[in-house]
């Protein structure tokens, strides 16, 4: 059975809850970044969530974890990102903590899967972005919260295709 972890670092609960639900659906374990170990970077598919904060910042559990990232061994490792963010109020910066994430994780030589596109969304500029592309899932329960389990939803099934995942592989919960 394929094991699925979910590291998230979230500051008012949002990248938390869509963690447990994106957990639900892939039958994965959600583990807050402030309680990760380096053990809790290995799975078959490794899924990491930040939201943004400042300007364009990775979430403060994901600042103070970077050095755990940075010693994980995320060569050829299958991995998706995923981010919380709000394209009214920071549309300059906009989920810019998954472009951050992205970064470090290819440098790293992982194999980043769920990319999204970014039609529906409105914003001016964001790191997760390149060629109409999201590195990722990316929500915005600011302004659309309306879309966040729908987005969730497809992503997972996306992601359970990109993986390889049969229902079979995937634990049910
Ligand atoms: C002070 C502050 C700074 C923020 N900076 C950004 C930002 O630069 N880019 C962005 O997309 N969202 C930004 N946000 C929005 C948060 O990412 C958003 O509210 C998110 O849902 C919070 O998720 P969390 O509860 O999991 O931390 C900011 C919010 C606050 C209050």
């Known amino acids: 059975m394929a094991e699925i972890k979910i590291i998230y670092g979230s500051t008012t609960g949002n990248t938390e809850a869509a963690a447990e639900k994106i957990a639900a659906a892939l039958g994965g374990t959600a583990i ?3 309680e990760a170990d380096g053990g809790s970077f290995q799975a078959d598919l490794l899924i990491l969530g930040s939201s943004t904060w400042g300007a364009g ?3 403060d ?3 103070a974890a970077e050095a755990l990232l940075d010693a994980a061994d995320l060569k050829d ?3 998706a990102l995923f981010g919380l ?5 920071f549309g300059d910066t906009f989920a810019d903590a998954v472009g951050i994430l992205w970064r470090k994780v290819r440098s790293k030589g992982a194999r980043v899967i769920g990319f999204t596109r970014t039609d529906g969304y409105e914003f001016l500029s964001s790191s997760a972005a390149e060629n109409g592309c999201f590195a990722g899932l990316i929500l915005d329960d600011n302004n659309q919260n309306d879309l966040t389990d729908s987005r969730i939803a ?3 099934d996306q992601l359970k295709q ?3 995942l049969t229902d079979e592989k995937v ?3």
């Open 61 to 63: 559990d994901w600042i």
């Open 171 to 173: 634990a049910h919960s």
């Open 154 to 156: 497809s992503w997972c």
């Open 162 to 164: 990109e993986a390889g």
């Open 32 to 34: 807050p970044v402030a």
């Open 57 to 59: 910042d990775l979430q």
């Open 77 to 79: 490792r299958t991995l």
């Open 85 to 89: 963010g709000d394209q009214v109020g």
